[in-house]
Nanobody, 119 residues
Framework: VHLAESGGGSVQAGGSLKLSCAAS????????MGWFRQAPGKERELVAH??????????TNSVKGRFTITISSESVKKNVYLEMNRLQPGESAVYYC???????????WGQGNQVIVSS
């Protein structure tokens, strides 16, 4: 599976960004996709997760009501998006797209997208 991410950047506090991730290759076994983030000196944390059919979404508490994860499929490609609103400076981090299969759980990771939120 190859993951191509886009959409990171810099924004002022209160602003919005939308991250995109396109999964290609052996996508038939993907059961879910998600977004993690890692800030300097902190552990990587799960931000949002969505099943491949879009029926179930989960969010870490701090982003509920502000972030929205969605998924779409085009032939053998799967695309996952993370719309982030009312961003806060503490949310500056590298955001990673990830895929999950039943066998491996979270297995394939994107290259990461830097998000910088300035106050």
């Amino acid at each position: 599976v190859h993951l191509a991410e886009s959409g990171g950047g810099s924004v002022q506090a209160g602003g919005s960004l939308k991250l995109s991730c396109a999964a290609s290759g052996s996508t038939v076994d993907i059961v879910a996709m998600g977004w993690f983030r890692q800030a300097p000196g902190k552990e990587r944390e799960l931000v949002a997760h969505i099943t491949s059919n879009g029926d179930l979404t989960q969010y870490t508490n701090s982003v509920k009501g502000r972030f929205t994860i969605t998924i779409s499929s085009e032939s053998v490609k799967k695309n996952v998006y993370l719309e982030m609103n009312r961003l806060q400076p503490g949310e500056s981090a590298v955001y990673y797209c990830v895929t999950a299969t039943e066998k491996r759980g979270y297995g394939h990771w994107g290259q990461g997208n830097q998000v910088i939120v300035s106050s």
